[in-house]
């Protein structure tokens, strides 16, 4: 009866490791799948904003805009539009889900609160950091916001008190040594006047998104993940438009500007096709991330996650430069070295790489 009873113990302990291996190997197979459609998503949006009333903010003339209007608005408006986009996509997602009423009651929540702050965060901060780096320094500088694994390691350590050990440090050398073998670039060769500073820029990106990492980790414990990307993206796209894209329209002369401008941007038709497939790819990336990161890890779910370092320029660079002809997206060597390197960095801040070769050891 005993040798029964441990046979049947054994069985149900080697079922519950496979399931569990199971469990894990999708978690990272969804959250891989997010770096890629984060890489889509930033060709496809660059693509965008090179479309109908675009080309003339952007064109040689800037119909009549600023520097400061033409950098930091349109950067913003850019982002807005994006996100606006993408909270429609999840908004319908839940809505053919039958979550769309959880979503409405999970906004004035605690954990619904916790999301709406990652997203302000995420969203206004760093979303527009990210587009207003893009457009200056080019897909160079996706590698660097990558950094955000790296930095919601450090601001968890300090604002959370969660350990950071001697591999996890290693990872962060790592990551950062590779950010800046990316930016020096920038310093060498052709490089554009802004490049420097679109870099400097897509550090406060980083430093944005490592937060949100953070914050939002909390807040998905709690409540569904789609529940939770639909806050945020709606959070993200409002707080953008109503908020930062205004801001922006004053210091360049006049709040009216920003109603004009995106008022000519949502009805611009050749650019909107091209954000609905940006908010589309956004919407995705965010939902795979926050849904591969509760199965498997918050560590390697944003491991798997900063795969973006790579697929972001070779999107861009196949998306932008080979079919659409738009020239400036060919990278140097030396950067795909750093995003490779970056990638590392990440792996061995989040995982033992060890663990996989002692994994087949015990099989």
Known sequence: MNEVTGTADARAV????????????????????????????????????SKGV??????????????????????????????????????????????????????????????????????????????????????IIIPITALCPAIGAILGRILFKQKLNKRMVIGIVICVSASFLIGSTSIVGEASENMLLGIGIAFIAALGWGFEGCVAGYGTSMIDSEIGITIRQVTSGLSNLIILVPIFGKMAGSVKLSFDLAAQAFTSGPAMVWFAVSGLCSFLSFMTWYKG????GAALGTACNGTYSFWGPFCCWIILGVFGGMEGWTLPPVVWIGAIAMMFGILVMSVNPLDFFRKKEVK
Do not use: H
């Not at 039958?98 to 709406?116: E, H, S, V, Y």
């Not at 990161?293 to 498997?296: F, H, L, P, Y």
């Open 54 to 139: 675009w080309s003339d903010w952007y064109g040689p003339n800037t119909a009549g805009l600023s520097a400061f209007a033409i950098t930091y608005l349109l950067g913003a408006l850019g982002g807005a539009v994006n996100d606006i986009c993408s909270a429609i996509w999840a908004m319908l997602n839940a809505a053919i889900k039958g979550k769309f009423g959880d979503f409405l009651r999970c906004i004035n929540t605690a954990p619904g609160r916790i999301m709406i702050l990652a997203a302000l965060v995420g969203g206004p901060i760093s979303s527009t950091a990210y587009v207003v780096a893009l457009q200056m320094a080019g897909s």
């Open 14 to 49: 080697a079922a519950k490791k496979k399931s569990s291996e199971q469990f894990l190997k999708k978690g990272i197979s969804i959250a891989l799948f997010s770096g890629f459609t984060y890489g889509l998503y930033s060709a496809f949006l660059t693509l965008g904003m």
């Open 293 to 296: 990161t509760s199965m498997c």
